[in-house]
């Protein structure tokens, strides 16, 4: 049921645009003209109290008097407005909601007001509602922009959600520039319903999307979000970006020690459990995104650096190190190959610089060797301008060889640096799935990336299954325990008790008997068999090795 | 003398091209061509023997058959025959030049018999040589290209050296795509003679240069470097990029453990000492280098940000805070007034949100208040696209307000984001100086970077000057205590020898004296007068109090 309402909303039929306009610079007017200009097949009705004709599409006065179904409302009236044109949809059977309009909780009680009415009115018909406070959806592939952004970047297969419309509206500015595609985009606003965990639900299966990018601030059902990241993390990398590493609520002291606040800790301990990469800036999202949905995860740190030249091999390897990867220890046979075909004054190791007479078959050549060399995890291939210039061609060779030798399990990664120098080399290798960075440090920083989501991978794959309802442990004794601690107004179980519990859950413990008196603590030694510990049993005393309420090794009743 | 013949290298009236060809693809043709085609003013000689005219120019077949006097040769012909090319120039008296050969001690013993026979005869004559290895020099300002790149930058402020050629033609060929204007550009290559101490001296005199850039693996003269970087840090800006942070010699061990080798750290000290700025990347040296340009130095860390969305400020925040610098505690006034004038939920602290629909009035009116409060050190102005969109507006109404009011001694930094929504915005604080950045994380970096280089710089002022001639410790004791060490094998002084020691440099200390028996240390406490503190005095004991070899607060005799 909730896939078949986002359905509605991201693949709409038919689609009611409230609050459309003819009247250009309005919100209104952008959205309607996204719908007419960008050739959505859907049906598109606009709804103007006083107009009959919006944009050459006959107008409504009011979504019931739409004579047809419809799939999808984007609302963009008044916020005050808002609710009872909600309460119409609902009436009328529409079950997915854009609200783009501004004005509630972020602006005050009234305002809470207005949206703690629309939750009822959602509640009570079931609906699904994006938003309010957001930009609205965009889906390429669909022709649909239900948005007021007057630009619709091209169709791909990175589903971005953001939680800020303003930094999301120029991000796309910025990937429409970059001719990055998209398979989705949303702005999911306030998420008064919608929210990451839906989402993710939604793209992991939408066939059309190989990643998933986010901005978050944070996170409203922290349940969901994780349940349905770990699901779908293994088979289409999630990529975050989270605002806020130092909290509002501990600003003031991190601004003076410039310490993590503890929220953050657990944001990144549960990306991380969850499979999520997370990145620190916008940028690393984007080159992540597109490197994952082109090249063999990383098996493992171990790069090899091929180069042109001695300086940019040298500025990769400190970023290398800087961040946790390792240089490639070439084999003894890569090594007397590359001895044996290299200019005797080649570098003789990792980064392997093969100088700047290099031409597109010393490339090649070098390259295959890399690929041949258990050793390696990873090729960086970097190409700086030189006298004796060939990028193109060394672009080609390297494609080729890669298409006939296939990527034997590795990951290529590629900076061919300078701009008029590489463009058409950059381009070529793009076309081919080839990742390239203007910079050698933007490859490394990608690669570890990339090795951090496969080690995610395999936390995830290490992570026992739940156990079998048949297997689960007791309820009711377990609750018991519970009861008996929090009665006595106690936050921490005694040694028994969380023995006790531990049992319950089939953990091996020692045994442990609570004698009241010195004659039951000699039965129960006898019942158990010496040698055995004598403790101190008191909750009050909850360090008792300190306390001398601990005698080790005893053998015998005395 | 010395910048005498630096200045016949940069700013030569007459040139040698020796092995100038018009065979289109070599070195000497694309060497040639720049003289001809840039508009270079002073009288170009091509050399070749084989040649009576080259590209439209008279060509002689040795330099020694130029009938005028020559400032600058620059070198293309192969490693073997630069040797006796070299002697050529200095027997006729050119005094400047510039080796673009290679083939010299990077391929092995015999390379390495050349070049020393180069410095030979550089003594013989007294030359300045740049090079060899190198891609030669480029001056935008005397259209002065003595380099076989086909790429000229514009005329501009920065001085950029570079240690690796094709890092150094990487960059060019980006700078040039950027609009990045150079006073001067050198790759310095193997630097037999001129290196970077050399080039800091000559460029910090040089009026067109306001910043000098540098990309450095290694340093050959560390003296003169310091010497020089001090003496003109305090007036140009000096970054640098510092390849190698982890040795070669390190190298394995670096790269299992990530540690720093201390080689890297005593650079990173030494760059501090002499006020130098050293950044991670390429590209935060050109960010760094722009803004020095341009803004006031930062006077704190304490930094207003200004954003039309709070998610860019949020990024902007967490940036701030983990490099290390802090967010500016709006004064009270600052505050009331904000409030005064601001949308009620406006973010009431800072970062301050201005809200979605903020135009140019509001934007202006903020950073004015920003400007008059006395907590804020600088302002960074956040832009991203809105519903009401009026970048343009905003940006022209924040360069009024800083012709206006002035700058305050407040650092401005801006990222409008977005692509083209933000493109004619960026090109108006470009042309007013004003440094515009992608993403707010640049900005923040960038203005770290500013803060460092003025802390750097009060370090260099608090350095008390060298003692003068006449107040120098005596030689001839000190020698004497060192000689005495040495002799007897030890790597430390004894207390009374370090005491000793210092006293000659008069630093104050406590009156030890040296006891060889127990009544000759009662005379001596005597002599001191009472309390007097009992040490051992053995080089073997190096922890006295841990060996009981102290006895404090001694009062009598006994």
Same mark, same amino acid.
């Given at each position: 049921?909730?896939?078949?309402?986002?359905?509605?909303?991201?693949?709409?039929?038919?689609?009611?645009?409230?609050?459309?306009?003819?009247?250009?610079?309005?919100?209104?007017?952008?959205?309607?003209?996204?719908?007419?200009?960008?050739?959505?097949?859907?049906?598109?009705?606009?709804?103007?109290?006083?107009?009959?004709?919006?944009?050459?599409?006959?107008?409504?006065?009011?979504?019931?008097?739409?004579?047809?179904?419809?799939?999808?409302?984007?609302?963009?009236?008044?916020?005050?407005?808002?609710?009872?044109?909600?309460?119409?949809?609902?009436?009328?059977?529409?079950?997915?909601?854009?609200?783009?309009?501004?004005?509630?909780?972020?602006?005050?009680?009234?305002?809470?007001?207005?949206?703690?009415?629309?939750?009822?009115?959602?509640?009570?018909?079931?609906?699904?509602?994006?938003?309010?406070?957001?930009?609205?959806?965009?889906?390429?592939?669909?022709?649909?922009?239900?948005?007021?952004?007057?630009?619709?970047?091209?169709?791909?297969?990175?589903?971005?959600?953001?939680?800020?419309?303003?930094?999301?509206?120029?991000?796309?500015?910025?990937?429409?520039?970059?001719?990055?595609?998209?398979?989705?985009?949303?702005?999911?606003?306030?998420?008064?319903?919608?929210?990451?965990?839906?989402?993710?639900?939604?793209?992991?299966?939408?066939?059309?999307?190989?990643?998933?990018?986010?901005?978050?601030?944070?996170?409203?059902?922290?349940?969901?979000?994780?349940?349905?990241?770990?699901?779908?993390?293994?088979?289409?990398?999630?990529?975050?970006?989270?605002?806020?590493?130092?909290?509002?609520?501990?600003?003031?002291?991190?601004?003076?020690?410039?310490?993590?606040?503890?929220?953050?800790?657990?944001?990144?301990?549960?990306?991380?459990?969850?499979?999520?990469?997370?990145?620190?800036?916008?940028?690393?999202?984007?080159?992540?995104?597109?490197?994952?949905?082109?090249?063999?995860?990383?098996?493992?740190?171990?790069?090899?650096?091929?180069?042109?030249?001695?300086?940019?091999?040298?500025?990769?390897?400190?970023?290398?190190?800087?961040?946790?990867?390792?240089?490639?220890?070439?084999?003894?046979?890569?090594?007397?190959?590359?001895?044996?075909?290299?200019?005797?004054?080649?570098?003789?190791?990792?980064?392997?610089?093969?100088?700047?007479?290099?031409?597109?078959?010393?490339?090649?050549?070098?390259?295959?060797?890399?690929?041949?060399?258990?050793?390696?995890?990873?090729?960086?291939?970097?190409?700086?301008?030189?006298?004796?210039?060939?990028?193109?061609?060394?672009?080609?060779?390297?494609?080729?060889?890669?298409?006939?030798?296939?990527?034997?399990?590795?990951?290529?990664? @590629?900076?061919?640096?300078?701009?008029?120098? /590489? =463009? #058409? *080399?950059?381009?070529?290798? $793009? %076309?081919?799935?080839? +990742?390239?960075?203007?910079?050698?440090?933007?490859?490394?920083?990608?690669?570890?990336?990339?090795?951090?989501?496969?080690?995610?991978?395999?936390?995830?794959?290490?992570?026992?299954?739940?156990?079998?309802?048949?297997?689960?442990?007791?309820?009711?004794?377990?609750?018991?325990?519970?009861?008996?601690?929090?009665?006595?107004?106690?936050?921490?179980?005694?040694?028994?008790?969380?023995?006790?519990?531990?049992?319950?859950?089939?953990?091996?413990? @020692?045994?442990?008997?609570?004698?009241?008196? /010195? =004659? #039951? *603590?000699?039965?129960?030694? $006898? %019942?158990?068999?010496? +040698?055995?510990?004598?403790?101190?049993?008191?909750?009050?005393?909850?360090?008792?090795?300190?306390?001398?309420?601990?005698?080790?090794?005893?053998?015998?009743?005395?």
């Amino acid at each position: 049921m909730v896939t078949l309402h986002l359905a509605k909303i991201f693949n709409p039929k038919s689609v009611a645009i409230i609050g459309a306009s003819d009247e250009e610079g309005t919100v209104g007017y952008a959205l309607t003209k996204n719908f007419t200009e960008l050739g959505f097949e859907g049906k598109v009705y606009p709804v103007n109290i006083r107009k009959t004709e919006i944009l050459g599409l006959k107008a409504y006065q009011t979504v019931e008097q739409i004579p047809e179904p419809i799939d999808l409302a984007v609302i963009a009236t008044p916020a005050k407005t808002v609710p009872d044109v909600v309460e119409q949809c609902g009436k009328i059977g529409i079950k997915g909601i854009i609200i783009i309009s501004a004005g509630f909780k972020e602006t005050g009680p009234e305002g809470k007001a207005l949206e703690e009415k629309i939750t009822e009115i959602k509640k009570q018909y079931g609906l699904r509602i994006i938003g309010p406070n957001c930009l609205g959806i965009i889906r390429p592939s669909l022709r649909l922009n239900a948005t007021f952004m007057n630009k619709t970047p091209k169709s791909g297969n990175i589903a971005f959600i953001s939680q800020s419309g303003a930094l999301g509206s120029a991000i796309l500015d910025w990937a429409v520039h970059e001719n990055i595609g998209f398979s989705n985009f949303v702005s999911v606003g306030s998420m008064i319903d919608v929210d990451f965990g839906d989402l993710i639900d939604y793209f992991g299966t939408d066939p059309k999307t190989r990643s998933i990018l986010m901005y978050i601030e944070g996170i409203t059902d922290a349940r969901k979000f994780m349940s349905a990241a770990r699901h779908f993390a293994r088979t289409k990398p999630i990529i975050v970006v989270k605002a806020g590493k130092f909290s509002e609520s501990a600003k003031a002291a991190a601004s003076h020690t410039g310490s993590l606040t503890g929220e953050d800790m657990i944001y990144d301990a549960a990306f991380k459990r969850a499979g999520i990469v997370r990145v620190d800036e916008i940028a690393d999202l984007f080159n992540s995104a597109e490197v994952l949905g082109m090249q063999p995860l990383p098996r493992g740190p171990n790069l090899a650096i091929i180069t042109n030249a001695g300086g940019p091999g040298v500025m990769a390897t400190d970023a290398l190190i800087a961040k946790g990867g390792k240089l490639a220890k070439l084999s003894q046979k890569t090594m007397q190959y590359l001895n044996s075909i290299l200019p005797h004054y080649w570098s003789r190791d990792n980064p392997i610089d093969i100088l700047g007479d290099a031409k597109a078959d010393r490339f090649k050549t070098v390259v295959e060797a890399c690929l041949n060399d258990e050793n390696v995890d990873g090729v960086l291939i970097i190409y700086t301008p030189q006298a004796v210039a060939e990028p193109v061609e060394i672009a080609k060779s390297i494609v080729d060889l890669l298409k006939t030798r296939g990527y034997q399990n590795k990951t290529i990664l @590629t900076s061919f640096m300078g701009h008029e120098a /590489a =463009e #058409e *080399a950059n381009r070529i290798f $793009s %076309q081919n799935s080839i +990742p390239t960075y203007q910079a050698p440090e933007q490859a490394i920083k990608t690669y570890l990336y990339m090795y951090q989501y496969k080690r995610n991978l395999e936390l995830i794959y290490e992570t026992p299954e739940e156990l079998p309802v048949d297997a689960a442990p007791p309820k009711h004794p377990i609750m018991a325990i519970m009861r008996n601690t929090t009665a006595k107004n106690r936050e921490l179980l005694t040694e028994a008790e969380a023995k006790n519990l531990l049992e319950y859950y089939n953990f091996p413990v @020692t045994k442990t008997l609570v004698a009241q008196t /010195a =004659e #039951e *603590a000699v039965a129960y030694a $006898s %019942q158990i068999g010496y +040698p055995v510990v004598l403790k101190i049993l008191s909750p009050q005393i909850i360090h008792k090795t300190d306390a001398g309420g601990v005698i080790l090794d005893l053998n015998s009743e005395a």
